[in-house]
């Protein structure tokens, strides 16, 4: 392909690019495909001669969109977002061309640069202590996910703790072994509800790996009181726990841990790396109305979250910061001879392979200077505060039919959780965890046994009501389950999310929810 057929292919492809933006709304938000069913609409190798865009470009619309989920249509409440923007894909096509593996700052300086300045503009537009800047000790990095942050922290973590332990003993195999028994003992903590990217993390890292209770009496949020009791257990058994992610906005219920308290934690057990994982509400945090939440990071090691899932930026975008990016480079700065340059050894640059498990790099900081500059913080903030009241919005439709559903965890960063009620009832008080007066099973039985039956048919109505749903495939809903209870999740948080589209997902709720518990009424 040369530049004019670059030139008439990359037009093309941007027209249907906006025309599938156009239309995003009017399809159906999942694919009517089967397992397998791309092979055969394919050939069964590559064609042996060239063929033109033209061809290429019919099979998108012919073979490729039949089978895509559509994560930019606003019936996509599943999950957290992955949005995307206009200036999202521009900063793509433009890392694409200037495509490098941009590992040392000589590598193209521009990568590097760039990404410092944008870590420390989003720094201090979520109102991360100061100590998280580049100007002091910290910094920002941008990966690809927060699961590779997660394990970039946890071996950082460890290795860290092996250095203190092990101090100025000479290099060599004793110290090898001595290392190798430490970390047999060592432990990674993370909230029962915190994403399964830390227990993953352990897997890799060779460390054990304990969850922190965070019941619902604190909001499925871990306490510092918790943190510290499973600290002293483990300790009490000659582990060593030397790692924990604290949560803000949990994968199931968007549940904020008690930071403040983990801060007192964090001032006891110096040795602790606490880091912060807020995948999704943490792009809320450019909202001074969430900043309250910010000043215990001081006390912890390290954050992130991804501008891929509510800030605009085209996947993939996960904004790492470090307190003091020394504990980083201690543990990922290896350098073979082909890796040295004058530059380095000046001591003068960042070279950001120093900071991550891989060694090269996208250009992944032009499309958040693209997506800043072209929403600016006004536009961000409108765009963040939209979807929250959104999720207000549907909260309040639930608990206008308090006989139909329960809201188990109130919207939260625009993400409301709620049971399907077994059967017709006026107003329980808590239906997720109590036995319900009107429900005529349990009329006479107050027991301990009418409760989990209760809960148990709350579980299954509410199951069947998601299925159901989902089957429709109208609306893309997940569903979770939080200490043993089964809640559907709605999220509305993608660009072209609207009102009119949580009040049909509340009607298409209702409707299957009516069916689901009158038929089983009739059973
Ligand atoms: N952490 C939290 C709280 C999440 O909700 C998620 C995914 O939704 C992740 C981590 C993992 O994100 P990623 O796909 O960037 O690894």
């Not at 998108?60 to 930019?72: R, S």
């Not at 394990?151 to 190798?180: C, F, N, Q, W, Y």
């Not at 996947?315 to 790492?320: E, H, I, L, M, V």
């Not at 089964?486 to 999220?491: G, L, P, Q, W």
Request: glycine share 6%.
């Amino acid at each position: 392909m040369d530049s004019s057929q670059f030139r008439e292919a990359a037009h093309s492809a941007i027209d249907e690019i906006i025309q599938y933006y156009d239309t995003v709304a009017e399809r159906p938000v999942l694919p009517n495909v089967s397992p397998g069913y791309l092979r055969p609409l394919l050939p069964a190798g590559p064609p042996d001669e060239g063929e033109p865009w033209s061809a290429i470009q019919a099979d998108i619309d012919k073979i490729i969109v039949p089978g895509l989920t559509h994560w930019q249509s606003p019936k996509f409440m599943a999950f957290f977002p992955c949005n995307s923007s206009y200036p999202g894909m521009l900063g793509e096509l433009y890392s694409s061309a200037f495509n490098a593996a941009a590992f040392n700052w000589i590598c193209s300086p521009a990568v590097t640069e760039l990404e410092t300045v944008v870590m420390d503009w989003i720094a201090k537009l979520i109102a991360l202590p100061d100590c998280y800047q580049s100007a002091g000790e910290g910094g920002g990095i941008i990966q690809g996910t927060a699961s590779e942050v997660v394990l970039t922290s946890v071996v950082a973590a460890r290795e860290r703790l092996i250095r203190r332990k092990l101090g100025d003993m000479p290099e060599g195999d004793e110290r090898m072994d001595k290392a190798a028994d430490l970390r047999g003992k060592m432990v990674a903590l993370g909230s029962e509800h915190a994403h399964s990217s830390t227990q993953k993390a352990a897997v890799i890292a060779g460390t054990r790996f304990r969850t922190v209770p965070a019941p619902r009496s604190s909001n499925f949020g871990v306490t510092g009181r918790a943190l510290r009791t499973t600290i002293e257990e483990l300790k009490a058994k000659g582990l060593d726990p030397f790692y924990f992610t604290a949560t803000i906005g949990s994968t199931g219920t968007c549940a904020v841990d008690d930071l403040e308290g983990i801060a007192d934690v964090a001032r006891d057990y110096p040795d602790l790396w606490i880091h912060v994982d807020a995948a999704y509400a943490g792009s809320a945090l450019i909202c001074p109305e969430y900043q309250h939440l910010c000043p215990p990071i001081a006390h912890f090691d390290s954050f992130n979250f991804n501008l891929h899932k509510w800030l605009l930026t085209n996947f993939d975008c996960s904004a790492f910061f470090v307190k003091r990016r020394k504990d980083l480079i201690d543990t990922y700065s290896i350098t073979p001879s082909y890796l040295r340059n004058e530059f380095t050894e000046s001591g003068l640059v960042t070279d950001y392979r120093d900071w991550q498990i891989p060694l090269g790099r996208r250009f992944r900081s032009l499309k958040v200077w693209f997506v800043l500059r072209t929403y600016g913080v006004k536009g961000l903030r409108e765009f963040i505060r939209g979807h929250v009241k959104l999720g207000e919005y549907f909260n309040g439709l639930l608990e206008s039919r308090p006989d139909v559903f329960s809201v188990v965890t109130p919207a939260s960063f625009g993400l409301t959780t709620f049971q399907v009620n077994p059967a017709k009832a006026h107003a329980p008080s808590s239906p997720a965890t109590k036995s319900n007066p009107a429900h005529e099973a349990y009329l006479n039985d107050f027991t301990n046994d009418a409760e989990a039956q209760y809960r148990e048919d709350a579980n299954r109505v509410t199951k069947e009501v998601y299925e159901k749903v989902n089957a429709a495939g109208e609306f893309f809903l997940t569903s979770t389950v939080v200490c043993g209870v089964y809640v559907i999740r709605v999220v509305s948080a993608v660009e072209r999310s609207e009102e009119k589209y949580l009040k049909r997902v509340f009607e298409v709720l209702l409707e299957a929810a009516e069916e689901v518990v009158n038929e089983k009424a009739k059973a």
